[in-house]
């Protein structure tokens, strides 16, 4: 690759942006690294934000690292780790640890798919990844609200320079590579050397190319706001629900979280829903609470693309784009890998290593 000063254009400070951002600079200091970010904070769908209401710090979205997650340990040290998974069955009232007859339930949250539905060379990956399931591989982390400390403000600093605000709305092209980039608020023309990233979702992906959008599934997070802080049976910080509304719970600083997977077909209005789940929380508890503390209730329509086999085969199988000067990262775009912040990391090393070719 040529010696000259070049630029790395990446649209979006998502967790795969910033991950190619941090590869990048890591391997070319002399090039200039930018970050395009459509909104106002980095991060995408997994970062902290404080509430106003509550003056508490909450994420976006719930996030849980994984042992097995080999390139994502990094950002967790040793104490952090939760050893367990506890699965508590809402029909029996039973609490055990993992087995196998609990991996549909892991395999669905892992993909946001109905186990049954969840492609073939997807669930191949997972088990390969995760089993034999030693120790090590079974510890759990989760954010307790605060992933912007946790993962993003590691990687905000390696980017030189973060432009907000930035929504690129168009690629124009001349002699069939990219030529400038139109965003919203600015044109940025590229060097003959420069390479552009596009580190987005498949949504916007799609509008940007003009290609069809993948089918996606939604996930519902309810976070509670408890006087004190709440105990989970054993003392756990987080358990996965079988039978029950939520599959996860999750308990920290007098917040609890639960999120529902695969919930495209739930129509029940949120409130009543953040009721009913309260309602099986006090049954888990073995309590009977006077009335519901105070919630906000959030459904992510587009949370990620559904990884069943017809939405799978339609997935990239590279991190090429129609023009040789951009590339794509980003978990949608690794087939045979389930959504997650490890195969975002894993696609950010694969774009990077195409656009330094």
Not at 106 to 115: P, Q, R, V, W
Not at 198 to 203: G, S, V
Not at 242 to 252: K, M
Request: glycine fraction near 4%.
């Amino acid at each position: 690759m040529s010696k000259r000063p070049i630029t790395y254009h990446i649209i979006g400070g998502g967790v795969s942006g910033l991950f190619c951002a941090q590869i990048l600079k890591q391997k070319e200091k002399q090039n200039k690294v930018v970050v395009y970010e459509a909104g106002s904070c980095l991060g995408g769908r997994c970062h902290s934000f404080t509430d106003s209401d509550w003056d508490k710090k909450l994420d976006n979205a719930t996030h849980v690292i994984i042992g097995a997650n080999s390139q994502l340990r990094k950002y967790v040290t040793s104490q952090e780790w939760e050893n367990d998974i506890n699965f508590y069955d809402n029909a029996t009232g039973n609490i055990s640890k993992l087995s196998k007859k609990h991996l549909g339930h892991l395999l669905k949250s892992a993909c946001n798919t109905s186990e049954e539905n969840i492609s073939s060379a997807i669930k191949k990956y997972i088990l390969r990844q995760t089993f034999p399931y030693t120790k090590n591989k079974r510890k759990i982390y989760f954010s307790k609200q605060d992933l912007s400390q946790r993962i993003i403000n590691h990687l905000a600093s390696a980017p030189d320079e973060v432009l907000y605000n930035c929504r690129l709305n168009k690629i124009e092209s001349q002699f069939g590579r990219a030529a400038q980039l139109v965003f919203n608020n600015r044109q940025v023309e590229l060097g003959s050397e420069d390479k552009v990233i596009l580190a987005i979702d498949n949504r916007s992906y799609s509008q940007l190319m003009n290609e069809p959008v993948l089918p996606h599934n939604s996930i519902i997070n309810i976070f509670y706001h408890t006087s004190e802080n709440l105990f989970l049976p054993q003392g756990a910080s987080l358990i996965a629900v079988i039978n029950g509304i939520p599959d996860w719970v999750f308990v920290s600083n007098r917040i609890v979280s639960t999120t529902i997977s695969v919930a495209n077909n739930i129509e029940t209005p949120l409130p009543e829903l953040a009721r009913q789940i309260w309602q099986e929380l006090d049954v888990l508890r073995g309590v009977n609470s006077a009335f519901i503390p105070p919630f906000k209730a959030y459904k992510h329509k587009y949370a990620t693309i559904s990884q069943d086999e017809y939405t799978n085969s339609l997935r990239p199988d590279n991190a090429l784009s129609r023009y040789p000067n951009v590339f794509v990262a980003g978990d949608w775009t690794m087939k045979n890998h389930p959504c997650c912040l490890e195969t975002a990391f894993i696609s950010a090393q694969r774009a990077v290593k195409e656009a330094r070719k």
